[in-house]
Antibody, heavy 125, light 107 residues
Framework: DVQLVESGGGLVKPGGSLRLSCAAS????????MTWVRQAAGKGLECVAY????????NYADSVKGRFTISRDNAKKSLYLQMSSLRAEDTAVYYC??????????????????WGQGTLVTVSS | DIQMTQSPSSLSASVGDRVTITCRAS??????LNWYQQKPGKAPNVLIY???NLQTGVPSRFSGSGSGTDFTLTISSLQPEDFATYYC?????????FGQGTKVEIK
């Protein structure tokens, strides 16, 4: 079975740093694009970082650009999110998700078809 | 960024009801539209991809339609396990963006 397990969340002061990890199993991690999606309490979903399988394509939400860094270690089947200069508004549950590409009549499309259970990041003094 | 707007933000319905949720994109996204279901305290799960394709394992009472800027998620006969929050998400351009969610509650 596909499994994604996040870790590394916790309480951090404003301006601090935190590194999240996502351990993957049950699929060929090296072949998949991965993404980090966050959700503040009672709020919607925001895709904050996106990385292709070979790390050749990376994208960040404007809200975290310059502060967050996504990375991966395909040998360890792990995805990471290094977060720095944290702000109160970064408080959220952070999910890692697998992105699966598929072909259809229009060409290629994608879906986030497996998600971890999430890890809570709280930024507060 | 493409803005995704869902309506309504919440609805109350009874078991057996037909439920329709709409999602509008701020620009043409062809059929690059996914729907997710999220239950409290859980991660989202994909229901529909490519606007109208049912994800494996998802009950056939769920269906999706639309193209361009206007999309619909329909639950043909609401079941107790369907009370949840539903999100649309565009996969047309980066950054991927989600609608604000529609909470389906028990009447």
């Amino acid at each position: 079975d596909v499994q994604l397990v996040e870790s590394g969340g916790g309480l951090v002061k404003p301006g601090g740093s935190l590194r999240l990890s996502c351990a993957a199993s049950g699929f060929s991690f090296r072949d998949y694009t991965m993404t980090w999606v966050r959700q503040a309490a009672g709020k919607g979903l925001e895709c904050v970082a996106y990385m292709s399988s070979t790390s050749s394509y990376i994208n960040y939400a404007d809200s975290v650009k310059g502060r967050f860094t996504i990375s991966r270690d395909n040998a360890k089947k792990s995805l990471y999110l290094q977060m720095s200069s944290l702000r109160a508004e970064d408080t959220a549950v952070y999910y890692c998700a697998r992105v699966t590409f598929y072909s259809d009549r229009s060409g290629w499309d994608e879906k986030m078809d497996s998600w971890g259970q999430g890890t809570l990041v709280t930024v507060s003094s | 960024d493409i803005q995704m707007t869902q309506s309504p933000s919440s609805l109350s319905a009874s078991v057996g009801d037909r439920v329709t949720i709409t999602c509008r994109a701020s620009q043409n996204i062809v059929s690059y539209l996914n729907w997710y279901q999220q239950k409290p305290g859980k991660a989202p799960n994909v229901l529909i991809y490519g606007a109208s394709n049912l994800q494996t394992g998802v009950p056939s009472r769920f269906s999706g339609s639309g193209s361009g800027t206007d999309f619909t998620l329909t639950i043909s006969s609401l079941q107790p396990e369907d009370f949840a929050t539903y999100y649309c998400q565009q996969s047309y351009s980066i950054p991927r963006t989600f609608g604000q969610g529609t909470k389906v509650e028990i009447k």
